[in-house]
């Protein structure tokens, strides 16, 4: 799916806070990934769908609370190849421009970005949720998300040796070929977030520039490095295996 802010952005996700993270412990596991752009940017369908929530939720709880969102839109898709229902919402909106029961399609305005609800600014919250419009039901937008444009995503596992998954565990991306920006996140926390049902992931990160990389999980006490290569326009995975 096409980003859903326009080209003009900024249409790169928030690295400090991203699907699964608590950002250090501060905050509950994310749900989404955000987009900060400034309050008053149109808000785009991402896909063709139909309008089945759209304006506030002080009264219809959506998420852990009511006005959680604030004002939202979600939107079920229309023709998706899964035997799932695929839903996208789009919160902390300052206005909302669909109606519930409207016909959407890709790149159509939903509403304008906000701070309404818990934001604490600005921005723009976009959800993928899979099989059932419920909060429980997320899935990690990155991996729904077409990447900018030359950029790969990169997801994977972060287990021990016996496939147990590490929560909150920090992930580093140094190319090795040449030179690229910092490049940084964190697996899950436990809880709330989920993997795709195909891959199993317990990290993804976006925007990554296509090259030959270490991928270095660092417990404190020992490091671990597993080699990959990112490839543009495509999810690149990587397994690292973190032992005792």
Do not use: C
Request: aromatic fraction near 10%; glycine fraction near 12%.
């Amino acid at each position: 799916m096409p980003r859903p802010v326009p080209s003009s952005g900024p249409t790169w996700t928030d690295k400090a806070y991203p699907y699964g993270s608590t950002r250090g412990g501060l905050l509950r596991p994310h749900t989404g990934v955000e987009f900060d752009v400034p309050a008053g940017t149109p808000v785009l369908a991402t896909a063709a769908g139909t309008v089945v929530a759209a304006g506030n939720d002080t009264t219809i709880s959506y998420g852990p609370q009511t006005d959680f969102y604030g004002n939202l839109v979600i939107i079920e898709l229309a023709g998706q190849a899964t035997d799932s229902s695929v839903f996208t919402l789009y919160g902390h909106l300052s206005e909302v421009s669909v109606s519930v029961g409207q016909s959407v399609s890709p790149g159509d305005v939903v509403g304008l970005s906000g701070s309404t609800g818990v934001a604490d600014g600005p921005h723009l919250h976009f959800e993928v949720r899979v099989g059932q419009n419920t909060y429980e039901s997320t899935r990690n937008p990155l991996l729904w998300l077409t990447p900018l444009h030359e950029t790969g995503v990169v997801a994977g596992r972060i287990a021990g040796p016996g496939g147990e998954l590490f929560y909150e565990a920090p992930l580093t991306l140094v190319r090795v070929d040449a030179p690229a920006p910092y490049t940084a996140t964190t697996s899950y926390a436990a809880g709330v977030p989920n993997a795709d049902g195909a891959l199993g992931e317990n990290f993804a990160v976006d925007d990554v520039i296509p090259g030959f990389y270490q991928a270095i999980v660092d417990t404190g006490s020992r490091r671990f490095t597993t080699d990959l290569w990112v490839y543009p326009g495509r999810v690149n995975w990587v397994e690292i295996v973190v032992s005792p």
